[in-house]
C-alpha cells in the first residue's frame, strides 16, 4: 500500500514508483496532473527588484510583469521563488507549487489560479 503524505493541500503517493512519489491535484486530489510551466521570481539581492522569467514548453518570456507571475502568498517575499504551474485533468483546474526562499529556509505552498494559497483541508 501506498504511503501518502499530506502537506497543507499537496499529497504524493510516496511509494508509488521505486524512485519517484506521484503528486496528487492541490485542488481535487486526483493523481493526474500536468506540469506546464515554470515561473521564477528571482532577486539578485535581498529586497532587490525582482526579475521575472516564465518558462512554458520551449519558450522563455524574460521582464514579465508581476501581474502574470504565480508568485506565492508570502508576506514580506525577500527573496527568490520558483513555482510550477499545471493543470489538472480531473477537475480541469490550474494549480502552481511554489518553491519559496525564506531566511535560509525553503517552503512550499500550493497555489490556486490567480494564484492564491490552497488552504488545508481541501
Ligand atoms: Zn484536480
Known sequence: MNDI???DGLKFDVMHTDNAALMHCPSCGEGYTH???VHVGGRPKE???FEN???EGSKVREHVPAGLMAMPDWPNLRRDYVTLTGWCEMC???FGISFIQ???QTFVQPLTNSWSA???GR
Open 5 to 7: 503524505k499530506v502537506m
Open 35 to 37: 506540469i506546464t510551466g
Open 47 to 49: 529586497d532587490g527588484p
Open 53 to 55: 522569467v516564465i518558462v
Open 92 to 94: 480541469h483546474g490550474s
Open 102 to 104: 525564506h531566511k535560509g
Open 118 to 120: 490552497v488552504k488545508p
